[in-house]
Each structure stands twice: as structure tokens, then as C-alpha cells.
């Protein structure tokens, strides 16, 4: 064991993890906003505007995240018209040409897990909200979005750590992130267990982190999944005859598992 | 010269070569993809056991290939396997570097990481399978080896379906991957096609819309696969 | 409007409903007036589902017209046929007059029982939530689960849960309250519990209209018995006339058929 070697490749490596992470956050957020606007068009009843967004969808989930990615990076280049425009200077840096691909992709994929938690949103409740007087703003205000991004969460989570791995593929549009520089120490060292080795341990704990904080997330908006309050002291338990001081309780067991069964291929 | 000639299948054109990368796409994936049943099974295997060690394996396993990017374990079986190759041919005598087949390296890296999905879905199945069911098939005398044959995997096989297609779509979009090993698949060829002409936009989107061609047929495949086994299910006594 | 005979509290018009061509509703009439306890009877699929769910417009009626304490909820004929609601504010307010509890309560599982029930007097009414708070509390010990006010749906029994749904359409302030299958979701012995709770708002003179198989409810508590077959109404009179050998032919055996 060359400890020496791999604290060098590590150090190497936790160098450029920063862009790793910012590459991750950026494409994140910018596809959030994306698939927002492209689920609020699919569900939108009007043809065309729904048939795009489907149309969206069905080209970034069918297609390779790389050859999205050199259709921007290299196709666009192509053409004069593309170079001499104001957008030139953002979209001729790999990174930004990364990021971009990836909020594009993954864009795609997040529409589609918001339309799922829209259909999951048990009827029943949307109706009791109709029989009630709620207007259709407000039924969604506050009875569908919350429901819709609670039911979603799971497979967002999964989503989002998907991403990470996505990110490595900056790497071929010499962007250089973790992969990139690994796969140049390889080259260079031809040691690649060990820089294997020290790469997989980075995206491991950043895969780590984020599947906590989700599942942190994923406890905060579910108080109705824990176990009851306790009712000690409150009147009336007599006639209740439910068991004193049952504590508010740990996370449930439920199947909100983020890393699950594969809903998104890429 | 036209779009129509740059794409297609004369002299100068590209359209035989990108259909020929099309092709090596669904024979890596579908390599890939057994390679991945064979593993997978087994790391399910481990994940159900009843022994702490082997569940441990199996966590581990799905762990890692879930986690680590497909890219750099793409690299680590191409470039670590050829080093290892070539030391086994040092010892044999043989000089320099030996390449690992960029065939063989890119199916056993897709088929290692579908193998961590396929796993899911396995233990999945098998843990729908109605309990009642293997019980009865005991208290009816079958052995171990009857119950697997003719209760179990049949089962594990039909609840499968849904998520195999979700598998199979994955590991046909990470084949483009395998690229970086110089293999003649879909990626590459378009790659390939468009360094040469320049024409990086057609030739992208012309790859593009054949993986889109390539994830709708299959698509529609398991649609039909599924829709016949749950029939054929459906007409049986009492299920579904 | 109050006590008064004239105006009907809720009059429905030559109301007619078909799912996928097949008529549910042929044309039903009726009007409900303040204090009125109405039963609603029918075999399955005999449409009285259908019916109330055509009162507060959660099914729209293909033909026919609803008016709640005199103001009729404005129709425009729609392009492939039937008529759609011409103004949905007008919709969305008369719903708030009207109280529905369903059979599978409905209850908003991210609330607690307490949320629920200030939900609609808070966002759709607008009113300040101290005082809506006040009065959900006295709701919720009226109808005997004020010890929840602070649990989730999924943690109390279906007759608890039922009765927090009641709570929550009483928190409206309802002219009419539509009762549609309010027990046959709950298990035997939770049943009494929510009847009670009904036979409570009966006797101080709400508007109800219930759609039930318990006979026990419409004959000892109702004031007025419908029954519905085959989308119209076949008989329509008080409990001792109904049960006592009035009602029709298909009545007796229906209601003998209950009894097996």
C-alpha cells in the first residue's frame, strides 16, 4: 500500500471535488426550474403546449446524457451564426456547456417525477377540496403541491444522486472535475485500482451526504408517517382507550428508500 | 453535398456506418445485460440470505455500483483490466501493452453496474412472491431445487418484467459510455462521423435519433412482453 | 329564507346524469326544505350517489338545475352537449353552503384534525384563524373527538375519522348538509358512534340530506323518505307512510331484501 501515492491522488482529487459539487448544484437547481415550466405545460390542457413538453421529456429520457452533451458542446460550435451571437461567450466555456446539458437532461427526468406525484395525489382529497369551495389556485396552493412534492420526494432523491454521477461526464468536455482528473492520473500513473479507488471513495461520501439530507428532508414533511403524539394528560383519553405516552417517534420504516428500484434510466 | 447523401448509404455517406454502430449498441447492451442477470442474481442471492456476511456483500456491492459514476468504472475495467492482461502476458512472455477487448471490457463494465439494479429487482420479486405459495409447494413434498424451479424463478421471472425494461433502457443509454474505449458502437461511430465531416450538429443528432429509435422499440417490446405474461396470468384460476 | 315554506332550502329540477350512455339520473325533482331530514334509499347503482354528487356539482347533470336558498347555479350549454357551470365562482361559493361528508371521509392526510377542520373556514371563507380555531374546538368536542385535535388522520379509527369529516363540513356553516354513505365505509361497531353524532344534528334542525342503507336511521330519525330506483325517484313521503305499507311494490322488495 503506496500511502504516499494515494494521499497524493486524494489531495489531487479533493481539489477539484469543489467543482464537482458546483457542477451538481447548478445543473440541479437550473433543471428544477425547467421541469417546473415543462410540467406546468403538460399539464396545461392546451395540445401543443402539452405535446412539447412531452415531446421534452421523451428526448432527454431516450436519448445518452454524453451525446446531449456533444450536440451542445461540439454541434452548436459549428455554427457562425451561434459563434457571432451574445450567447458565444457563456456557451464556448465547457463548464457552462455542461451545466447546461446536464439541467437540460435532467430536467427531462425531474418533469417526469413531478408528473407522478401529481397522479399520486389521492382523488379523494382533491374532491373533498372541490366539495368545500376551494378554488382551483387554492386546491392547489393547499391540498395538491404539498401532497404532489411530499409523494415525490423519494424519487427526486434519487434523481439528485443520479445527478452526481452524471456530472462525471463534464469530464469529456474537458471539464476538469473528479473524473476528468482521475482518468488523467490513470493515464499518467497507470495505477488505476488505486486511483479508483480514491475517486469511488469521494463520490461515495458525497452520495452519502446527500441521501442523509434527503432523507432528513423526507422526515420533516412527513409528520403524518410518525407515530402518534402522545397523549398523556389530555382529557377525554378514557374515552379515547388508546395506550398512554405513545412518543413521537423515530422515522417510520416506510419505503422511502431514495437510491431504489431504477425509475431513471439516463 | 446534401443531407440526404451525407447520411446515407452510398459512397460518401455515413448512414451504413452509424446502422452498423446501432447495431454493435444493442449486441454490447444485450451482452451487458446477461452478464448483469448472472451477477445480479447472485448479489440477490447474497442481499436474501439469511447470513450477515453475505448480506453485507450485497449492500456493499449495490452500494458502490450505484454510487461510483459509470464513466470511472468503465475505466477502471478497461484500463485496469488491460494492465492486468498485460502483466498476465509479461509472465507469458509477451511484450508491452495488451489491450482488453473494448467489447468485452465495456459489456462487463454496463453488465457489473446493471448488475447492481437487476439485484433490486430480483429481491423485489422474490419477496412478492405470496408466502403461501412456497409453503404450500413444501407441504406438497417438493424439494428445494422443485420449489426454485417450479415456483419461485417463474415467479421472480414474471414480477421481473417492469423493472428489467427500466434496466434495459439504462444500460443501452450507459453503452454510449463504452465509447471512451474506442469500441464502434452508436457513440463513437457518430463521434467518428462527425470529426471527419466536421458536421458535429447532423451527425449528433442523427446518433440522437437512433438510441431515441433504439429506447422507443424497446419500449414498445417489453409493453408487449409484459402485457403478454400478465394475460397469460390473468386467464389463470383466480390470480390478478 | 329562514322557516320559511315558500323558499326551499336546496330544490333540485329535472335533474338527468348518463355515464358513457348509460342514463343514471332519467330526471329527478325534488326540493328540501329547512329542517328537512331526507333519507335517501336505492339499490346500488340506482343513481343516489350520483344525485348528491350533482347537487354540489362534483358531477356535473347533463340536464337539470340546482337551486340552493333561492339562487340557482347559472348553466351554459356546452359544445359536444350536456351544460357546464357558467360561472365557477358561483360554483365555488354555493359548495361552501353546501355540506358534504363522504364515505371514505376524505380527510386531508397531511393535516392534523384540527387543520382540517379550520381549513376551509381560514383559506376559502377568510376568516381570522383565532376565531376559526375557537370554533373548530367546540365542533370537535361536539362531535366527541376533541382529545384528536392534534392527531393525523391515519391515526384514528374510521368512526373517528368520520366524525372529524363532520366536524369539518359543520365548521362551514352549511345551509344543507349531504350526507353521502356516511357509514357503510366503517366497521359495524363504529357505526353507532357516527349515527348518534347524524340523529344530534337532526334533532337541532339542520337541513340533511342522507344517502344510507340504515334503516334504523330512516325510520326513526328522518323526516322524509326518498327511495330511488333505476334513476327516478319511486316513492317520497314520511317514514311511518313509506315503511308502514305505503311506499311502492319495488320498495317492499327492497327493503325485504336488506333484511336476508
Wanted: proline share 4%; net charge positive.
Amino acid at each position: 500500500m503506496d500511502f504516499a501515492f494515494l494521499a497524493d491522488t486524494m489531495g489531487q482529487l479533493l481539489a477539484v471535488t469543489p467543482l464537482t459539487i458546483e457542477l451538481w448544484l447548478l445543473c440541479i437547481t437550473i433543471g428544477c426550474v425547467i421541469s417546473i415550466f415543462v410540467t406546468w405545460a403538460r399539464v396545461s390542457g392546451v395540445p401543443v403546449v402539452s405535446q412539447l413538453a412531452a415531446a421534452y421529456v421523451f428526448v432527454f429520457r431516450g436519448s445518452p446524457l454524453l451525446i446531449q452533451m456533444f450536440l451542445l458542446y461540439y454541434g452548436l460550435s459549428q455554427f457562425v451564426w451561434v459563434r457571432q451571437s451574445f450567447a458565444w461567450p457563456i456557451l464556448r466555456d465547457p463548464f457552462n456547456s455542461a451545466v447546461i446539458s446536464l439541467a437540460l437532461c435532467t430536467g427531462g427526468y425531474q418533469a417526469e417525477i413531478w408528473r407522478g406525484g401529481l397522479q399520486a395525489v389521492p382523488a379523494r382529497e382533491i374532491e373533498a377540496g372541490r366539495a368545500i369551495g376551494m378554488s382551483r389556485l387554492l386546491l392547489l396552493r393547499r391540498i395538491i403541491a404539498p401532497n404532489a412534492l411530499r409523494q415525490a420526494l423519494p424519487a427526486y432523491s434519487t434523481e439528485i444522486v443520479l445527478m452526481m454521477k452524471s456530472t462525471a461526464l463534464a469530464s469529456l468536455v474537458t471539464v476538469w472535475e473528479v473524473t476528468g482528473t482521475a482518468q488523467r492520473l490513470i493515464s499518467q500513473t497507470y495505477r488505476t485500482f488505486e486511483v479508483f479507488i480514491c475517486a469511488a471513495i469521494i463520490y461515495l461520501v458525497l452520495n452519502f451526504l446527500v441521501i442523509r439530507l434527503m432523507r432528513l428532508l423526507e422526515y420533516m414533511v412527513s409528520p403524518h408517517l410518525r407515530g402518534r403524539p402522545s397523549t398523556v394528560g389530555v382529557p377525554g383519553l378514557a374515552e379515547a382507550g388508546i395506550p398512554k405516552a405513545i412518543v413521537p417517534g423515530a422515522p417510520p420504516e416506510h419505503a422511502a428508500s431514495p437510491v431504489n428500484l431504477p425509475e431513471v434510466p439516463r | 453535398m446534401s443531407l440526404l447523401t451525407i447520411l446515407g448509404f452510398g459512397q460518401t455517406g455515413w448512414g451504413g456506418l452509424l446502422l452498423a454502430g446501432a447495431m454493435m449498441t444493442l449486441a454490447v447492451t444485450i451482452s451487458a445485460l446477461i452478464v448483469g442477470a448472472i451477477v445480479g442474481s447472485l448479489v440477490a442471492w447474497a442481499k436474501l440470505s439469511r447470513n450477515l456476511g453475505w448480506r453485507l456483500f450485497g449492500d456493499a456491492y449495490t452500494t458502490v455500483f450505484r454510487g461510483v459514476p459509470e464513466l470511472l468504472i468503465i475505466y477502471l475495467i478497461y484500463f485496469g483490466g488491460s494492465l492486468w492482461v498485460s502483466w498476465i502476458g509479461t509472465l507469458l512472455g509477451a511484450q508491452g501493452f495488451i489491450g482488453l477487448p473494448a467489447f468485452g471490457a465495456g459489456a462487463i463494465g454496463v453488465g457489473l453496474i446493471s448488475a447492481s439494479y437487476q439485484a433490486e429487482v430480483y429481491r423485489g420479486s422474490f419477496l412478492a412472491i405470496v408466502p403461501g405459495e412456497i409453503e404450500a409447494a413444501r407441504a406438497i413434498g417438493m424439494s428445494r431445487m422443485q420449489r426454485f424451479r417450479r415456483v419461485i424463478a417463474p415467479q421472480v421471472m414474471r414480477f421481473s418484467l417492469p423493472g428489467l425494461g427500466n434496466v434495459w433502457q439504462l444500460s443501452l443509454k450507459d453503452s454510449a459510455l463504452i465509447s471512451v474505449t474506442g469500441l464502434a458502437e452508436l457513440m463513437r461511430q457518430s463521434e467518428v462521423a462527425a470529426g471527419s465531416t466536421h458536421l458535429y450538429f447532423v451527425f449528433y443528432i442523427a446518433g440522437g435519433v437512433l438510441y431515441l429509435v433504439l429506447t422507443t422499440l424497446s419500449d414498445r417490446v417489453f409493453g408487449v412482453a409484459e402485457r403478454r405474461v400478465a394475460r397469460s396470468f390473468r386467464g389463470g384460476l383466480g390470480r390478478g | 329564507m329562514s322557516g320559511d315554506r315558500g323558499v326551499a332550502a336546496l330544490s333540485v329540477s329535472d335533474i338527468r346524469k348518463a355515464f358513457g350512455g348509460v342514463e343514471v339520473l332519467k330526471g329527478i325533482s325534488l326540493d328540501a326544505h329547512e329542517g328537512d331530514v331526507i333519507s335517501i334509499l336505492g339499490a346500488s347503482g340506482s343513481g343516489k350517489s350520483t344525485l348528491l354528487r350533482c347537487i354540489n356539482l362534483l358531477e356535473i347533470p347533463d340536464a337539470g338545475t340546482v337551486t340552493v336558498a333561492g339562487e340557482t347555479i347559472r348553466m351554459k350549454p356546452r359544445r359536444k352537449g350536456g351544460q357546464e357551470p357558467a360561472d365557477h365562482k358561483q360554483v365555488d361559493r354555493i359548495r361552501t353552503e353546501l355540506g358534504m361528508v363522504f364515505q371514505s371521509f376524505n380527510l386531508w392526510s397531511h393535516m392534523t384534525v384540527l387543520q382540517n377542520v379550520i381549513e376551509g373556514p381560514v383559506h376559502v371563507l377568510h376568516r381570522p384563524k383565532a376565531e376559526c380555531i375557537g370554533e373548530a374546538e367546540a365542533l370537535l368536542e361536539k362531535v366527541g373527538i376533541a382529545d384528536k385535535r392534534n392527531f393525523y388522520p391515519a391515526h384514528l379509527s374510521g368512526g373517528q375519522q368520520q366524525r372529524a369529516a363532520i366536524a369539518r363540513a359543520l365548521a362551514m356553516k352549511p345551509k344543507v348538509m349531504l350526507f353521502d354513505e356516511p357509514t357503510s365505509a366503517l366497521d359495524p361497531e363504529l357505526v353507532g358512534e357516527v349515527l348518534r353524532v347524524l340523529r344530534a344534528l337532526a334533532e337541532e334542525g339542520r337541513t340533511m340530506l342522507v344517502v344510507t342503507h340504515e334503516m334504523g336511521f330512516a325510520r326513526n330519525v328522518s323526516n322524509r323518505v326518498i327511495f330511488v330506483n333505476q334513476g327516478l325517484i319511486d316513492a317520497d313521503g314520511p317514514p311511518e307512510e313509506i315503511f308502514g305499507g305505503g311506499g311502492s311494490e319495488r320498495f317492499r322488495q327492497f327493503v325485504s331484501g336488506l333484511h336476508k
